[in-house]
């Protein structure tokens, strides 16, 4: 745990922080279920950190991401706006495709590839330690696989492969409720 | 009072945070909502697919003979079924045409020529002529002077099962003999409910990659004619035989200029290779293992048949036993079975199975005396010492890419990989060494 700093002559506070948040992302191809957790800093009223989620939108995957966060105004409740940038990592998942073919070749491949997520809330400050927030926002996640196929033209031996890259761009809305200490 | 005072204080501040939320929350609330909406729009998923479209490119059967000579040797991109005759291996190009190289030296075998022939795929030669499917027609090509090849006849529709080639039909006067290839990104259409949704779409055609050369040390040659375990050729004395996916065809070849079709048989279903061993031909298919009898060549008569669960499988044999591998793969091979079964033909009126040992994913496979060789897809060649058929031994594994087909041949075995064309000398199983190997380079 990073220990608090106070500069008496610049009124700077740095410490720990923690963000912890579940809501839902809702998008044309459906709501889905959205957990995340974010570790960092806090300074003055602006917080910086890591963020590790899972975003069940789509493909299942775990975004890994830079959080930015500012509050604005004053008092316990304040405005809030965020921007979180980062990586998309799809998890396995065989309902997708076979692994391999029976032959042992790769049949598919994951990629990873860019989540960003920008938004406003609300921060309402429960006692000296603990906040709690509510968040929407503009959330994109890119998801890619290729797809490894064979076109058997000759018994039973012979085929060609064919290799195919199928992108999905999903852009939800975001709502969270989260705790941040 | 001073006391009062500090108290009405105090108050007044509290008041005055108390108000100020009350103000600042409803503010908060209306600008996410203002936000939500504004936004709405942006709210949309979309999917993209990233592929090739290959479009075939025609050219008539007359143009493809006239182009049937010793072109410059050509960069292997797909090595697919050999045979070896003499001093030359002549490799197949899948789907392209044949390589000629020199192995008169098998720890630097030289490229030589290329032969163009659109969708080749078999091959087999006896004395000066090269007989090579061309989709439909056998082409019987004179390779007396390496340098100086040409067609010397060709038999139309004998495979007439290859009029077609990945979806596309062809004209009874041309083939498909390149392919234009284009890059294309298509966009898919996200329907309400479906976060993934896939459009196949035909596109055909194989990876390319570049050969380079590799050698590794020296040895000696092989001096017989062979031809793999996966071939669908096989020259038995003066004829060429030659299956189809329900047929066996002889064709006499007495005159190797003018191959003869003399015979016709239907002798079942998802035939796949055939194997001369003596005087008998073993013809593997997806449901068993057919022997057929060359007591009189121009008339294969079928003798004992083994049958096996539905799976791809090349046969081989000696006196005694048939060695066949079942194989997995996709829609063609319907079964999981990945196996060697051993086949007592000791008497060829009553066959049995003596023993069953599992593979990964077997395909081609060779013996010469007590050493069998077996291509195991992606595990590579697995040599073996097969002096007990109850007791096979696996003594060594050479990793390769997905190992194809093998020929043992004068203690050399040449191994078509998909990552090249290698080969090794072998005294027992335990003593097998690299000579040379021909890389495809990605």
């Known amino acids: ?181 | 009072m001073g006391c009062s005072i500090e108290h009405a204080i105090e108050q007044a501040i509290q008041t005055k945070k108390i108000t100020m939320q009350k103000k600042t929350i409803p503010a908060s609330a209306l600008l996410l909502a203002i936000c939500v909406v504004i936004l709405s729009g942006c709210f949309k998923d979309t999917a993209t697919k990233h592929y090739k479209i290959y479009t075939p490119i025609y050219k008539t059967k007359q143009e493809v003979r006239d182009n049937i000579k010793s072109n410059a040797p050509q960069a292997v991109n797909s090595p697919g079924k050999m045979y070896v005759y003499g001093n030359y291996i002549f490799l197949n190009e899948r789907n392209r045409g044949v390589h000629i190289i020199d192995n008169s030296n098998p720890s630097s075998p030289v490229n030589k020529a290329f032969i163009n022939i659109p969708g080749n795929e078999d091959i087999a030669v006896k004395g000066n002529a090269l007989y090579a499917d061309c989709y439909t027609d056998l082409m019987t090509i004179d390779i007396t002077n390496i340098n100086n090849i040409s067609l010397k006849d060709f038999t139309s529709n004998l495979f007439p099962e290859r009029n077609s080639y990945g979806g596309f039909y062809m004209p009874n006067d041309k083939v498909i003999a390149d392919w234009f290839v284009k890059d294309t990104i298509m966009n898919i259409e996200i329907s309400d409910g479906q976060g993934i949704w896939t459009n196949g779409s035909y596109v055909t055609d194989s990876n390319i990659w570049n050969l380079t050369f590799s050698v590794a040390s020296t040895s000696a040659s092989p001096t017989k004619a062979a031809g793999g375990s996966m071939a669908r050729f096989a020259i038995v004395d003066n004829y060429l035989y030659t299956v189809t996916t329900s047929q066996l065809k002889s064709l006499d070849i007495t005159n190797t200029n003018q191959p003869l079709l003399t015979n016709t048989k239907n002798i079942g279903w998802q035939i796949e290779t055939i194997y001369p061993f003596k005087n008998k031909l073993f013809i593997g298919s997806q449901t068993g293992m057919y022997i057929f009898d060359l007591g009189n060549p121009n008339n294969p008569v079928q003798g004992m048949m083994f049958g096996h669960a539905r799976a791809c499988d090349p046969v081989i044999a000696d006196d005694n036993f048939a060695y066949v591998t079942l194989h997995s793969g996709n829609s063609m091979c319907w079964t999981t079975s990945n196996e060697l079964n051993v086949i007592n033909i000791q008497n060829l009126s009553s066959s049995s199975l003596t023993k069953t040992y599992a593979l990964t994913n077997p395909k081609g496979l060779s013996k010469q005396g007590n050493v069998l060789f077996i291509c195991d897809g992606n595990d590579g060649l697995k040599v073996f010492d097969a002096t007990d058929a109850n007791n096979i031994v696996l003594k060594k594994k050479i990793p390769m890419a997905d190992a194809f087909d093998v020929i043992a041949l004068n203690n050399i075995a040449i191994v078509s990989a998909k990552d090249g064309l290698y080969q090794y000398s072998f005294t027992s199983p335990n003593n097998v060494t690299l000579l040379s190997k021909i890389r495809v380079q990605q």
């Open chain 1, 1 to 181: 745990m990073i220990p608090a700093l106070c500069f008496a002559q610049q009124k700077t506070v740095i410490g720990y922080t923690n963000i912890t948040e579940a809501g839902v992302l809702h998008g044309k191809s459906q709501t889905a279920f959205n957990v995340q957790t974010i570790n960092g800093i806090t300074f003055n009223q602006t917080s910086i950190g890591l963020g590790v989620g899972l975003d069940n939108y789509g493909y299942k995957s775990i975004p890994v991401f830079i959080d930015v966060r500012q509050k604005l105004g004053r008092g316990a409740c304040k405005l809030l706006v965020y921007v979180d940038a980062g990586l998309n990592v799809p998890v396995r998942n065989n309902d997708l495709l076979p692994a391999k073919w029976d032959d042992g070749n790769e049949a598919y491949r994951l990629h990873t590839n860019f989540y960003g997520e920008a938004g406003i809330g609300i921060n309402n400050k429960i006692n000296r330690k603990l906040s709690l927030h509510l968040t929407a926002g503009f959330s994109y996640k890119h998801f890619s696989y290729t797809e490894h196929s064979q076109i058997w033209y000759s018994m039973p031996y012979l085929f060609s492969s064919r290799n195919a890259t199928y992108g999905y761009y999903y852009r939800r809305l975001s709502v969270r409720l989260g705790l941040q200490f």
